[in-house]
């Protein structure tokens, strides 16, 4: 299986690039590597631990020191790196590159792309969208719904009620995001963020009245384009057997695409209101972010109870500690 890129006629599309080898197809050049490369380095002549699977970004810094180079030398500079083989350059703030710089990557089939934006900017815009773009994915069968800034999960077996939860959540305010399948992308090390499908977005199916448009219905502010996973609230059926969480001092967690999610497991009688246990568990989850865990702070409460009962029971007497 081929390894996730991006073409490079999307990124020139995207940040409005302009191509200054026509005669390379943007269309055919792929780009693999999140990451870029500012080449100067290599322009001194230094290769160790260069990678050339990156594209290589020249701004003014680069410039300038080319500047104090023989032509001659400055020639075989450029010569020596695009022999290199690398997938594309990007040259900054307007920078007008040598003839031959043109001459050579052509040859070398490598094509230049140039902008007038400033390299930081050109860096800092790159590196996110790649991020975003190559990052590690994974499909989940389930709803996503943001409540009240949380990026809620919902899971569960099919039939048990995820989409219903959902258009009960979408009536009392909030945003869905995906019905069915969830698209997960793993953004950075510790973020993990969910979209819908093209096929599915904004279509939620309800079993027994089909398939319904929630936009056409409840306007574009009940939707949200993507989310981050910020909870899992796993549905199951009610088991008397069974004995739930009652207090809420240890999480349990489910880990997806290696970062671990808070995970609630919830079940699901006749008589609960699913919309109002999730936004609870929304507003819950916000609160121990901030570092206030209701349930640690009511055991104790208790412990101070049982402590300050022991120490009024008669006939106990009072310990000097001098």
Known sequence: MEAKYVRLDEIAKRFGYHNLTPEIDLHEVKIYHRNINRPAFQLTGYYDYFDNLRVQVVGQAEHEYIKTLEPEVARERFEKLFSCGFPAALICRGIKPQPYVIEMAVKNGIPILATEKTTALVITEFLRWMNEQLAETATFHGVLANVYGEGILITGPSGIGKSEAAIELIKRGHRLVADDLVEISKVSEDLLRGKSPVLTKN?????????????????????????????????????????????????????????????????????????????????NNRQKK?????????????????????????????????
């Open 203 to 283: 279509f939620v199916e309800l079993r027994g009245l089909g398939v319904v448009d929630v936009m056409s219905l409840f306007g574009v502010e009940s939707i949200m384009e993507y989310s981050p996973i910020d909870m899992i609230i796993s549905l199951e059926e009610w088991d008397g057997t069974t004995s739930y969480d009652r207090l809420g001092l240890q999480d349990e967690y489910e880990e997806i695409l290696g970062l671990k999610i808070v995970k609630h497991t919830i079940p699901i009688r006749p008589g609960r209101n699913l919309a109002i246990i999730i936004e609870t568990a929304a507003v």
């Open 290 to 322: 901030m570092g206030y865990n209701a349930a640690q702070e009511l055991c104790d409460r208790v412990t101070r109870e049982i402590h300050k009962h022991k120490s009024e029971e008669p006939g106990l007497e009072k310990t000097d500690n001098k």
